[in-house]
């Protein structure tokens, strides 16, 4: 009934940038809070970055001033720009959305998950 797809994942050297895409579809009546979360090897899921319906934002202090997050709630689209790459970024990153839907239930969603890696 909801679907979240994320774009955009790949290899990249140290010091470059790559930017991952999500698109929420389906029975969507509002998305509240949208994040992107990543998974590095032997590690737990940890918050990367946050955005709220109404555009205030929350990062992980390791990614701050690196990442940024941006949403089109037009689109249904949330956006992951991130510069200045490390290989200690390298993790599997998933989309998350906190969802209502028109029958009324509220859930939290998340995506696939994009592999982003990056080399030294």
């Known amino acids: 009934q909801v679907q979240l797809v994320e774009f955009g994942g790949g290899l990249v050297q140290a010091g470059g940038s790559l930017r991952l895409s999500c698109a929420a579809s389906?029975?969507?009546?509002?998305?509240?809070?949208m994040g992107w979360y990543r998974q590095a090897l032997g590690k737990q899921r940890e918050l990367a970055a946050a955005i709220t319906s109404g555009g205030s934002t929350n990062y992980a202090n390791s990614v701050k001033g690196r990442f940024t997050i941006s949403r089109d709630n037009a689109k249904n689209m949330v956006y992951l720009q991130m510069n200045s790459l490390k290989p200690e970024d390298t993790a599997v990153y998933y989309c998350?959305?906190?969802?209502?839907?028109?029958?009324?239930?509220?859930?939290?969603?998340w995506g696939q998950g994009t592999q982003v890696t990056v080399s030294s």
């Open positions: 389906g029975s969507i009546f509002s998305i509240h809070d």
């Open positions: 998350n959305a906190d969802i209502r839907r028109w029958d009324g239930v509220r859930a939290a969603y």
